[in-house]
């Protein structure tokens, strides 16, 4: 993908994007609950607005909007994210994590400015969460090449880029970079704002889930430089 400026990018031609942009707000249009809608909003914080679409309904909807359609490439990946991305409904959001976790293995390595774009605009921890662990994650480890990437992630302003360099190894288990890792955890160990010491704890217990020797150990040298929380969440399920 190409820059164009600051975080805005090119949005690729795509007709598989036309038809899914098409059936997908015409399907979740006429299945909005504006009765939910409001509490699901003010749960999130008021990040975006939403349909009112509980998972469970939003999920068959959109087996219904992709049924028939061939198996994208990597720009209709970024044309129905970017596209979905300029809507305002929260769940048009999801539609594009769901799409992208089923889909980021057609990606390359330059995809990722398109993942950062969405990591970085209307951010909450219910689309970055994911975001990171089977998109961004899913790129770093076809491309370690990508690993740089992240070095530079992990210092960014914008707190949920960082956020999502932290947590972009949660699936990686036995592949885990764990010299990377937690040289991420120590670089951002005195960050004051409670996502980015949630997820360095939770970077951290979820590695422990493959070598929690190594866990342990990396904590009994450094924990006095991190919060309570994250030490609490990494020795969640491991001990002290």
């Known amino acids: 993908m190409t820059v164009t400026g600051g975080d805005i990018l090119d949005v690729p031609s795509s007709t598989v994007a036309d038809t899914v ?14 009765e939910r809608a409001a509490p699901m909003r003010a749960y999130m914080k008021d990040v975006a607005p939403f349909l009112g679409l509980t998972t469970p309904v939003r999920r068959a909807l959109s087996r219904t909007v ?6 994208p490439d990597e720009p209709d ?29 057609v990606c390359s390595s330059g995809f990722l400015p398109v993942a950062r774009h969405l990591a970085a605009t209307l951010s909450w921890w219910d689309t970055v969460d994911a975001l990171a662990a089977h998109v961004v994650g899913a790129l770093v480890a076809a491309d370690p090449a990508l690993r740089a990437d992240m070095d530079a992630w992990i210092v960014d302003e914008d707190l949920w880029v960082a ?4 947590l972009h190894q949660l699936r990686h288990k036995e ?29 951290l217990r979820e590695y422990a889930k493959t070598d929690p020797e190594a866990v342990r150990t990396f904590l009994a040298r450094e924990r006095g430089r991190f919060a309570p929380l994250s030490v609490r969440e990494a020795l969640k399920n491991i001990g002290a």
Not at 163 to 166: E, I, K, M, V, Y
């Open 21 to 34: 942009l098409q059936r997908l707000t015409a399907t979740y249009g006429a299945a909005a609950d504006p």
């Open 66 to 71: 992709l049924e028939g359609l061939p198996r």
């Open 77 to 105: 990946c970024a044309a129905i994210a970017l596209r979905c991305w300029q809507l305002p409904e929260r769940e048009y959001h999801y539609f594009v994590v769901d799409y992208l976790r089923r889909h980021a293995r």
């Open 163 to 166: 956020r999502t360099a932290l």
């Open 175 to 203: 592949r885990t970079d764990s010299e990377r890792l937690f040289s991420y955890c120590l670089r951002q160990s005195g960050h004051p704002d409670f996502f980015v010491r949630k997820a360095i704890g939770w970077s």
